[in-house]
Nanobody
Framework: QVQLVESGGGLVQAGGSLRRSCAAS????????MGWFRQAPGKEREFVAV????????YYAHSVKGRFTISRDNAKNTVYLQMNSLKPEDTAVYYC???????????????????WGQGTQVTVSS
């Protein structure tokens, strides 16, 4: 089992920044690719960003590329999502998730992720 606890959500004006954190406990954190997803009201949960277990590989949704940065600190069992130049359309509940991976692989489909954080609201006002 892996437990994921998120922090760092909130309300911000358009153009502002937020940093999300997700702390993991339980099984070895470094065996998992870590992803961020979001879900807006009335919409399906969508992929935002993923980082491989080593931190050497990352991949972003087109809508956030160049504005968001995912990183991880395996010594602290924590993954981060730095969100810059936020837009009202970024408003959603954001979730971190852990996917067991072989090697330095990554995944963007929700079905690949075994463990999920509790989700935290991010609201961007215009």
């Amino acid at each position: 089992q892996v437990q994921l606890v998120e922090s760092g959500g909130g309300l911000v004006q358009a153009g502002g920044s937020l940093r999300r954190s997700c702390a993991a406990s339980g099984r070895t954190f470094s065996n998992y690719a870590m992803g961020w997803f979001r879900q807006a009201p009335g919409k399906e949960r969508e992929f935002v960003a993923v980082i491989s277990w080593s931190g050497g590989n990352t991949y972003y949704a087109h809508s956030v590329k160049g504005r968001f940065t995912i990183s991880r600190d395996n010594a602290k069992n924590t993954v981060y999502l730095q969100m810059n130049s936020l837009k009202p359309e970024d408003t959603a509940v954001y979730y971190c998730a852990a996917a067991p991976m072989i090697g330095d692989s990554m995944a963007i489909a929700t079905i690949s992720y075994d463990y999920w954080g509790q989700g935290t609201q991010v609201t961007v006002s215009s």
